[in-house]
C-alpha cells in the first residue's frame, strides 16, 4: 500500500542520488603545469635563454629522469612546461624539481615545488658563471 506522498519523497530521493553520482563524474582534471620567469638582475626578462627542470632526489623511488624537461624562454622570458601526462587522479603530492637556466655567460638556478593540477611559477634571476 503505498501513498502519492511516498512515492513522490521516493522519486525526489532517486533523483537527487542519481544527479550526485552524474555531478561526481564530471570531475574534469586541470593541467599541473610549470612556468619559470627567467630574468636579468635589473629585473629584465631574458628572451631565448635555456631553461632545464629536472629531478634531483636523494634516494629515488622510481627514475626520475622522466621529469626531465628543456625549452627556451619565449620574448617575455617565460618558459612553460606541461606535466599533466604524469599526474593520475588521486595521487597526493607530485614532484619538487630543480631549475637550471642558461643564457650565453650567465647562469640561474632554483627549485620549484609541482603542486597537481595547478600552474606553479618561480623567477630565476641570471647572474655572471664564475
Not at 3 to 14: E, I, M, Q
Not at 15 to 30: G, Y
Not at 74 to 95: L, P, T, V, W
Not at 115 to 120: L, W
Request: aromatic letters at 8%; hydrophobic letters at 40%; one cysteine or more.
Amino acid at each position: 500500500m503505498s501513498s502519492p506522498s511516498f512515492r513522490r519523497v521516493l522519486t525526489n530521493v532517486a533523483m537527487i542520488v542519481l544527479l550526485a553520482t552524474a555531478f561526481a563524474a564530471c570531475n574534469k582534471e586541470e593541467p599541473t603545469t610549470a612556468v619559470i620567469h627567467v630574468k636579468m638582475p635589473n629585473g629584465a626578462p631574458v628572451a631565448g635563454a635555456t631553461v632545464k627542470l629536472f629531478g634531483n632526489p636523494a634516494y629515488p623511488l622510481a627514475d626520475p629522469t622522466r621529469l626531465n624537461k628543456e625549452t627556451t624562454t619565449n620574448s617575455s622570458g617565460r618558459a612553460e612546461f606541461d606535466y599533466s601526462d604524469f599526474y593520475k587522479k588521486g595521487q597526493s603530492g607530485f614532484a619538487v624539481l630543480d631549475i637550471e637556466c642558461r643564457y650565453d655567460t650567465l647562469i640561474g638556478e632554483g627549485i620549484i615545488k609541482i603542486v597537481e593540477e595547478e600552474t606553479n611559477e618561480e623567477t630565476v634571476y641570471l647572474v655572471p658563471v664564475q
